[in-house]
């Protein structure tokens, strides 16, 4: 019996964009698209009502913007958050780094294509995440500092030398099958790893993790 398919909500103030982002995501396997918002008010109100999967968002709408959408339907304060990418037309944009402060679990261009859109999807509905892969260093590395850095605060406890080779290697954009290969260890012993420098460091995903490393200075920027 096939697993039902991921229901992902779109939103984006650019009908065409709009309309092609659901087209492209309704012809995946294993993905529907259950609804499409035209700006942020319409997007939180669409995802409270159907609980999608996902949330794929635009950053610039207008109105309420993808950043304080993310937020309220993602941030620290949500009891029960949603998965939200983000998806915005440049790679630089400041406004990205607040959306991942906000709660999104991944970050993709618009330019991306339908493969890349898909591992997003699937990567947020299991509680992964994917960041461009051309910008995860760049991004981070720009935008580490620019607002109070409340990971810096946050006591790392005692990070084994294990710990800090998986952590650098989350922060360089590798995915768990890729980290098993260049550590040598098993996939289980990734996700174990990976489960316990979110405990220590007390965030919720990969993307937290990622800005983690960069706020610490454990990846050269």
């Known amino acids: 019996m096939n697993a039902p398919a991921l229901r992902v909500l ?10 092609g982002l659901a087209m492209i995501l309704d012809a995946q396997p ?11 008010e319409q997007a939180v109100r669409l995802a409270l009502e ?23 339907l993602a941030g620290p304060a949500v009891a029960d958050p949603l998965a ?3 998806i915005t037309t440049f790679d630089l944009d400041e406004y990205v780094y607040a959306a991942l402060r906000a709660g999104a679990r991944g970050f993709l261009l618009k ?20 960041i461009a892969p051309s910008v995860t260093a760049r991004l981070l590395a720009a935008f580490v500092g620019s607002e109070p850095a409340a990971a810096q605060h946050r006591s790392a406890g005692t990070l084994t ?6 952590l650098a290697a989350v922060a360089r954009g590798r995915t768990n099958s890729e980290i098993a290969t260049e550590l040598h260890i098993s996939l289980s012993t ?32």
């Not at 294993?30 to 942020?40: K, L, M, P, Q, S």
């Not at 330019?111 to 994917?130: F, I, W």
């Not at 030398?161 to 998986?166: A, Q």
């Open 10 to 19: 779109v939103a984006d103030d650019q009908e065409i964009v709009r309309t």
């Open 30 to 40: 294993g993905i529907e698209v259950i609804g499409a918002a035209a700006d942020g």
């Open 50 to 72: 159907r609980r999608p999967d996902v949330c794929l968002f635009d950053i610039r709408m207008p109105g309420l913007d993808g950043i304080e959408a993310t937020r309220r």
């Open 84 to 86: 939200v990418v983000v």
């Open 111 to 130: 330019e991306a294509g339908p493969v890349l859109l898909a591992q997003a999807v699937h990567a947020a509905a299991r509680g992964d995440a994917l």
């Open 161 to 166: 030398e294990r710990e800090e080779h998986v």
């Open 190 to 221: 990734v996700k174990t790893h990976i489960a316990s420098l979110m405990a220590k460091l007390g965030v919720r995903n990969r993307v937290e993790l990622v800005i983690w490393a960069y706020e610490t200075d454990r990846v050269r920027r």
